[in-house]
Every structure is written in C-alpha cells, then in structure tokens.
C-alpha cells in the first residue's frame, strides 16, 4: 500500500511538471506571437511610411517635370518673339537699304 502511495505522488509530480512544462510552452507562443504582431505593426508602419515617402517624391518629380515643361514653353514663346521681331528688323533694314538706293 505504501508503493502504491508512492507511486501516485510520483505520477502526481509528473503531471505537475508535465503542466507546467505545457503552460510554459504556451506562454512562450503566446509571447512569440505577440512579437510577431508587434513586428508586423512595425513593418506595416514602416511600408507606410516609404510608400508615402515615394508617393511625395512622384509628386514632386511631376511638379519638377510640370515647371520644366512650363519654362521650356515660356522660352519657346520668347524664342518665337525674338525671331519675329528679327524677321521684322531684316525687313525693315531691306525697307530702308531699297529706300536709300532709290533716292
């Protein structure tokens, strides 16, 4: 009767051990995987925050490309003025030269 009394107490003790062997592996997943949550939320912020960072730097290339555009437009325009206001001075000079050789 006492080996018998032994023996639960020993098999009491396992199955203690044994729960806390299984309690402790359930709180180590739970901690991996509040890690891994937290990691993810970290990640998610940080592509967040890169893709904003891009979609700025899109802006800000398109605005560049838009006022690149727009000046090489004004200088065309003045491009444009200067040669007509050339053409009109050469026509003006020819105006006066065929004036002066008449008189």
Known sequence: RAELKA???QMDLDKAAAQQQVDSALASAVAAHQHAESATASLQSQLQAATERLRRAELDHDAES???KHEAGTLQTRLNVLQERLSRSELDHASLSELASQE
């Open 66 to 68: 838009a006022m690149s």
């Open 7 to 9: 023996l639960q107490v």
